[in-house]
Nanobody
Framework: QVQLVESGGGLVQAGGSLRLSCAAS????????MGWFRQAPGKEREFVGV??????YYADSVKDRFTISRDNAKNAVSLQMNSLTPEDTAVYYC????????????WGQGTQVTVSS
């Protein structure tokens, strides 16, 4: 099993920045990808970005504003969010995929990000 714990959420003004972190513990050697999702009130959970095989992929809505960094030695992944807008307000979840799997098997508890206008 793998446990994921996010940190770094909070309240920020529009145009500001936040950095989220996710630490993995347990059978971390089995992880092939680590990424981020978010869910805004009343909306479906949506993909934000993922780091897999040394390559990062982003949703169009965050491309050029958000950056994912993965530290394999520390079993951690971070999400640097710049130029935040109120539309970025959501609970952000760290997620991971096991080696050989195609879906996200592990999820963190989520951290709230609120962007005020």
């Amino acid at each position: 099993q793998v446990q994921l714990v996010e940190s770094g959420g909070g309240l920020v003004q529009a145009g500001g920045s936040l950095r989220l972190s996710c630490a993995a513990s347990g059978r971390t050697f089995t992880l092939s990808a680590m990424g981020w999702f978010r869910q805004a009130p009343g909306k479906e959970r949506e993909f934000v970005g993922v780091s897999r095989g040394g390559i990062t992929y982003y949703a169009d809505s965050v491309k050029d504003r958000f950056t994912i960094s993965r530290d394999n030695a520390k079993n951690a992944v971070s999400l640097q969010m710049n130029s935040l807008t109120p539309e970025d307000t959501a609970v952000y979840y760290c997620a991971a995929i096991r080696s050989g799997a195609s879906k996200y098997d592990y999820w963190g508890q989520g951290t709230q990000v609120t962007v005020s206008s």
